[in-house]
């Protein structure tokens, strides 16, 4: 989802108040919140669940970056659900990516009179899931024992994967013990680092490999500084 206006925001509130873990994926750098009323919604993400993008930081979210933001979001989920929509609707471009990745595509059908539910019902003509019970959001709902079975081997060989690739090392690249020498026990804002690598997407993938084998961790605010102190 995402941390726009409307059903998006309300939809993070009620998994952030069920004890649920969500993801944000926005149109900017992780560290932009937008809208900007947002924020308080955007630490509570942060808190419970994750946001993420594939800008850098700093970058302001355009018009043209929705899409390519869509273009994720679908990537990331088992099932999309479309509730309502306009012919023009930008959640018809995120329908049309995941049904172009394989996922499975419901919409929530409504009165034909109504410019908001022309997207969803033109959906539902074009093939997509009549939305009418929660269960059908279950990643593993409608499918038959073998499918469910293979479904499940193939998650356990993807987490075995994960856990491999990004088992902690105690080697370091050299712009990995750059970084260790500028991370002291004080807490680093990430832009102060980045001001001391010429090769800005170099630093942002070190960063984000120390992170995952826990050699760093992020704090509130974008600040940095070694696990443990």
């Known amino acids: 989802m995402v941390m726009a206006k409307g059903i998006d925001s309300y939809a993070h509130t ?87 990745q394989g996922r499975q595509v419901l919409a929530v059908p409504n009165n034909i009179y109504r410019p908001e539910s022309r997207g969803t019902n033109l959906l539902i003509a074009k093939g997509a899931e009549i939305y009418l019970k929660e269960r059908q959001l279950l990643i593993n709902h409608g499918k038959g024992f073998a499918e469910e079975a293979e479904n499940n081997r193939e998650s356990k060989l993807l987490k075995n994967a994960v856990k491999s690739k990004f088992k902690p090392q105690k080697t370091f690249s050299p712009v990995e013990k750059k970084l260790m020498e500028l991370i002291t026990a004080k807490p680093q804002h990430i832009e102060k680092l980045c001001l001391s690598f010429s090769n800005r997407l170099s630093f942002l993938e070190a960063l984000s490999i120390m992170e995952l084998e826990e050699k760093i961790e992020r704090l509130p605010g974008g600040m940095i500084r070694k696990t443990g102190c």
């Not at 069920?18 to 509570?44: N, W």
């Not at 930081?57 to 979001?73: D, E, G, K, S």
Request: hydrophobic content about 40%; some cysteine; charged content about 15%.
């Open 14 to 100: 009620a998994c952030i108040k069920s004890g649920g873990y969500t993801l944000a994926f926005v149109a900017g750098g992780a560290d932009v919140c937008y809208p900007k009323e947002h924020r308080e919604l955007r630490e509570a993400v942060i808190q419970n669940g994750a946001v993420i993008s594939q800008y850098p930081p700093n970058t302001q979210a355009r018009a043209n970056q929705f899409p390519v933001r869509n273009y994720l979001m679908s990537a990331w989920s088992h099932k999309v659900l479309v509730v309502e929509a306009g012919e023009k609707s930008g959640s018809l471009i995120t329908a049309g990516l995941a049904a172009e």
